[in-house]
């Protein structure tokens, strides 16, 4: 069974804290993308990586940066998290190539107090 | 990019086919129309896609218009569990050549008992 694994569920930080979201696939998938989901705005992109060590910004990619150093692996970092941080977020992986099925984690939502 | 505009909301009779619409007008040639589905507190999930012609699976049908310009996603029976938001995305490009994917706000299909 295909997977996408976020490592935490719920999680609550302090405003200025550095926050880290983890994002594992077991697909040997190329591509992985961070989503964040809001009520009324539908999933928006922030970022999104195609390879190893590499990245490229999606819609929404202010206050937040990203790091893939394996293949299984892209985690989303908040360097100082802000109160309008406070989210779902979503992490996604696909094959690389054109087309193909996006599959979804269960997602983190996030709460900065 | 490609945009796509649907609905906010509807409704549907359990039982009856339920046919929501998605206007992508801006679509390119060789962009796929592709159909996800929400259930509350999980993950997107993949229903369905298209280039030009009408589509089947076991989930669901994709109509899509001579022009393309539109598509429609027909659940032939629905029933309770179908109540979700549903989202057509159409995959877009970046400068760089990187495939983005990109949901919007989605349909919010309640289905009545």
């Known amino acids: 069974d295909v997977k996408v694994t976020q490592s935490s569920r719920y999680l609550v930080k302090r405003t200025g804290e550095k926050v880290f979201l983890e994002c594992v696939q077991d697909?040997?998938?190329?591509?992985m993308f961070w989503y964040r989901q809001d009520p009324g705005l539908g999933l928006r992109l922030i970022y999104f990586s195609y390879d190893v060590k590499m990245k490229e910004k999606g819609d929404i990619p202010e206050g937040y940066s990203v790091s893939r150093e394996k293949k299984e692996r892209f985690s989303l970092i908040l360097e100082s998290a802000s109160t309008n941080q406070t989210s779902m977020y979503l992490c996604?992986?696909?094959?690389?190539?054109?087309?193909?099925?996006?599959?979804f984690g269960e997602g983190s939502r996030l709460t900065v107090l | 990019d490609a945009k796509t505009t649907q609905p906010p909301s509807m409704d549907c009779a359990e039982g009856r086919a339920a046919n929501l619409p998605c206007n992508h007008s801006t679509i390119s040639g060789n962009e796929y129309v592709y159909w996800y589905r929400q259930i509350h507190s999980q993950g997107p999930q993949y229903i369905i896609h298209g280039l030009k012609n009408n589509e089947t699976n076991e989930m669901a049908s994709l109509i899509i218009t001579e022009d393309r310009k539109s598509s429609t996603l027909i659940l032939p029976h629905a029933t309770l569990r179908d109540t979700a938001v549903y989202y057509c995305?159409?995959?877009?490009?970046?400068?760089?050549?990187?495939?983005?994917?990109?949901f919007g706000t989605g349909t919010r299909l309640t289905i009545i008992p």
């Open positions: 995305i159409v995959r877009a490009w970046t400068n760089f050549g990187n495939e983005k994917l990109t």
């Open positions: 996604a992986s696909k094959a690389g190539g054109r087309g193909g099925e996006l599959f």
């Open positions: 697909m040997d998938h190329e591509n």
